[in-house]
């Protein structure tokens, strides 16, 4: 599995969505990922590739775009 | 300034002149915003007759008692906007709060919040007991404070889990292990004070009697909510503090002060015992009888202010808590800004003889 593709899986299985919705897909834009989804979802992302987020950053992960960005800190390359 | 600016600055790093200074900017910004947005706030400030031009320092800043939230939806933005909505505790029948967030609003409490409590506990995540069972953040539409609580500070946990189940019963074997995995690493643990003293203290110390005991001398742990629920028990923060330093070696604990109506502007008990107020947020203590202000150490009702509500009306309130503030940038542990001590609730009577003074105000 690429890393695109297990990101990917880290939304759709956390949040309970297709892979069709994850284009644009904002914090707080679907009920399923409110501020409890968010914290299972920085788990989900945090053991999918063994790293551990900053504090800033999971306040900055607004959207499935910018987790994309925040990932390259970790050297996660998508 | 706006609120960016303001998480620039180190929580507890302004005197009394610069954050004065900063809450003068940025609170008469914040009344005169919801006095434009939101129409029920616009008509108490008509009501009594406040003029917001007229207005030099925070400190005469009206205040909204914390009650009202119970009684209005008061909201500053439009409804399409609330991305969550949080409620007071309350016993069933009673009537609770409702405090509505945007995306800013809501962001903001928790960058507050990570820069209030890393400033006590490192910037570091750490593996994280949360003393609670899971099933209190499972009503996702609707957040009790204690929900709203523990979700704020899951954010400085790394791995985390729940000590006690939906039973509030403690699981034993998930500590061991827990505790076991993580050896040597320091580890938060996070609750409500009474959960804590009932359903964790209370079952170390059956436990110990078993001959099981927990070696918790390399935790952190942050706890609130109150002392209200442990009058009965008879229970001082002292006491508090030693009894669990003597049944699991527990030394670093903090207690917290904070309201769901001003959510991520809490207020940490520093190493010295006292209350922090950082430069989110400030508090007054107020008279009863004519709710002017009270001198350092004496005792008054406490109005809270807070730079984060925007999506709301709620960046100056009075509480129905009485405190004394001890000082104000001179606390032995270094941390700038007031410093001061929860005493107690406001009695029924004194609260309606209180509300009554406050209705007069507004005629
Ligand atoms: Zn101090």
Known sequence: ?78 | MNFENILEIPPYSLNKEDKEKLLNDRLIKLTKFHKENCPEYSRILDSIDFKVDSIKSYKDLPFLPVRLFKELELKSVDKSEIVKTMTSSGTTGQAVSKIFLDRTTSSNQQKAMVKIVSSFTGSSRMPMIIIDCPSVVKNRMMFSARGAGILGFSMFGSKKIYALDDDMKLDVDAMRDFLLKYKGQKILLFGFTFMIWQHFYKELIRLEKEGVKFDLSNGIMIHGGGWKKLVNEAVSPEEFHQRLNNVCGLDSIHDYYGMVEQTGCIYMQCECGHLHASIFSDIITRRPIDFSECDFNEKGIIQVLSTIPESYPGHSLITEDEGIILGEDDCPCGRKGKYFKITGRMKNAELRGCSDTYAAKFK
Request: charged share 30%; proline share 0%.
């Open chain 1, 1 to 78: 599995m690429t890393n695109l593709e297990k990101y990917n899986k880290t939304f759709t299985e956390t949040l309970g969505i297709s892979e069709d919705e994850l284009q644009g897909l904002e914090y707080q834009g679907i009920s399923q990922w409110d501020s409890v989804g968010h914290m299972g979802l920085v788990s989900a992302i945090e053991d999918e590739f063994d790293i551990m987020m900053d504090t800033d950053d999971i306040i900055d992960f607004s959207s499935y775009e910018k987790g994309k960005e925040i990932l390259k800190k970790y050297d996660v390359e998508l």
